[in-house]
């Protein structure tokens, strides 16, 4: 069974860095596109940014840029989201989805395969 558990989410104050996992299991993630996604309450779901875990090539969103990272440890078949510079807007549900291939059009949400089930991310002081 493919299926992918963020951990790491929790309350922290603004200007405050967090990091979420997203674990694998049921397959490893070689030539997978990982994204991470967020729903802050009453809003749709945005994108946050997206791993190629073959190569690490990256992706974000203007939102996050320069703020965020997307790494892959492919030992431990685990995705991270460092998050730096935690903003209030910051605040939401955080998701990782999967599907194979590049990162094209990564905040497509209809083209990911395996989501996880989010953590919450709580940024207030």
């Known amino acids: 069974q493919l299926q992918l558990v963020e951990s790491g989410g929790g309350l922290v104050q603004p200007g405050e860095s967090l990091r979420l996992s997203c674990a694998a299991s049921?397959?490893?993630?070689?030539?997978?596109?990982i994204a991470w996604f967020r729903q802050a309450p009453g809003k749709e779901r945005e994108g946050v940014g997206a791993?190629?875990?073959?190569?690490?090539?990256?992706a974000y969103s203007d939102s996050v840029k320069g703020r965020f990272t997307i790494s892959v440890d492919n030992a431990k078949n685990t995705v991270y989201l460092q998050m730096n510079s935690l903003k209030p807007e910051d605040t939401a549900v955080y998701y990782c989805?999967?599907?194979?291939?590049?990162?094209?059009?990564?905040?497509?949400?209809?083209?990911?395969?395996?989501w996880g089930q989010g953590t919450q991310v709580t940024v207030s002081s």
């Open positions: 989805a999967a599907r194979w291939g590049p990162i094209t059009d990564w905040d497509r949400q209809g083209w990911y395969d395996v």
């Open positions: 049921g397959f490893t993630l070689d030539y997978y596109a």
């Open positions: 791993i190629r875990t073959k190569g690490g090539t990256t």
